[in-house]
């Protein structure tokens, strides 16, 4: 893999994570993620670009032999499932848990992708929908819970009121989609790459079977 972009991505990283750090804790009161939570690293299908996933390879690098062999075990139990699924139900997406997560936890987390750094906001992109996006886990009382009508499927100011807190419940102004903008990455002299869901990363270049191997 061609890894000579990594750096740039790194210090274009730096800049979006304080952005997502700020934004994290403007909404504190709002967010209820403790260690151990590990609810949005299941049933999703994780959408990594190239360059995420060159990243995360890096993390991988970084595993003890245990953790390492759980993730590949980890890896062939998700693609065999995958096969299964779409011999079954080809019309369904298949979604998995992730492999990098070992006993609730990121084995990973410095090197996780975009969408991992953002699990837990309020979102929407204005370059797409601009529709609100309220996380699942707020509907199984964590995030923005105490701010939520679930009849309405929004915020509400009732709630807001009731608890006087400063800040609004706000969502992050940029999806997915507007995180990997091509031309804020033209600014930092890399280029995001081509979408996947993150099983499908290791079926395009292969499982590892040993640390030399990426
Ligand atoms: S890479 Fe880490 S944070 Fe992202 S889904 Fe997997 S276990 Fe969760
Ligand atoms: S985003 Fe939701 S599911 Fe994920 S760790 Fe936070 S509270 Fe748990």
């Keep these: 893999m061609d890894n000579s972009k990594l750096g740039n991505y790194l210090l274009f990283l730096n800049v979006i994570q304080e952005k997502i750090n700020k934004f994290f804790y403007d909404q504190r009161a709002y967010i209820f993620c403790k260690r151990g939570c590990s609810k949005c690293c299941r049933q999703s299908q994780f959408p990594y670009t190239e360059i995420e996933f060159r990243l995360l390879m890096e993390g991988m690098r970084t595993l003890n032999q245990t953790d390492l062999t759980q993730v590949l075990e980890n890896i062939d139990k998700v693609i065999k499932a995958k096969e ?81 807190f400063e800040n609004e419940p706000k969502a992050f102004n940029a999806g997915y989609g507007s995180l990997i903008d091509k031309e804020f990455a033209r600014g930092f002299d890399f280029e995001f790459g081509e979408v996947k869901p993150l099983i499908e990363w290791f079926e395009k270049f292969g499982k590892p079977e040993k640390r030399d191997d990426y």
């Design 84 to 164: 299964e699924h779409f011999k079954n139900s080809p019309d369904n997406k298949f979604e998995y848990d992730c492999p990098f997560l070992i006993n609730d936890g990121c084995s990973v987390y410095p090197y996780r992708g975009l969408i991992c750094r953002c699990f837990g906001l309020m979102s929407c992109n204005p370059e797409g929908d601009n529709k609100l996006k309220i996380p699942f886990c707020a509907y199984e009382g964590l995030n923005y819970s105490n701010v939520l009508d679930k009849e309405t499927d929004s915020m509400s100011k009732e709630k807001f009121e009731a608890l006087g």
